[in-house]
């Protein structure tokens, strides 16, 4: 099985950084596409940003030319860097990778256990 650990959330004012990791670990035969996702309270778990393991990247609208998304392959670690916090970007912040754990397995999506960005004066 594919394990994702997320860290790097937290408290930030508006107008603050953060940048959150997610490394998959376990057993891990491939991994193709890692992203970011969010969910605030009452609301449905949306797209943060995507890359895939050739490095293409896709953004929400809300967070183009905020946030940036990259990944490291060898170790198999996705990064979001976020800029210019607004209180709107506090949510719950899920990593995702669609991957393989054994070669005969088709690929399917693996989740971490979400780590909260709360921004806030």
């Known amino acids: 099985q594919v394990q994702l650990v997320e860290s790097g959330g937290g408290l930030v004012q508006p107008g603050g950084s953060l940048r959150l990791s997610c490394a998959a670990s376990g057993r891990i035969f491939a991994i193709y596409t890692m992203g970011w996702y969010r969910q605030a309270p009452g609301q449905q778990r949306e797209l943060v940003a995507t890359?895939?393991?050739?490095?293409?990247?896709n953004y929400a609208d809300s967070v183009r030319d905020r946030f940036t998304i990259s990944r490291d392959n060898a170790s198999n670690t996705v990064y979001l860097q976020m800029n210019s916090l607004n209180a709107e970007d506090t949510a719950v912040y899920y990593c995702?990778?669609?991957?393989?754990?054994?070669?005969?397995?088709?690929?399917?999506?693996?989740w971490g256990q979400g780590t909260q960005v709360t921004v806030s004066s």
């Open positions: 995702n990778a669609v991957g393989r754990s054994l070669y005969f397995q088709p690929p399917r999506d693996y």
């Open positions: 890359i895939t393991d050739s490095r293409s990247t």
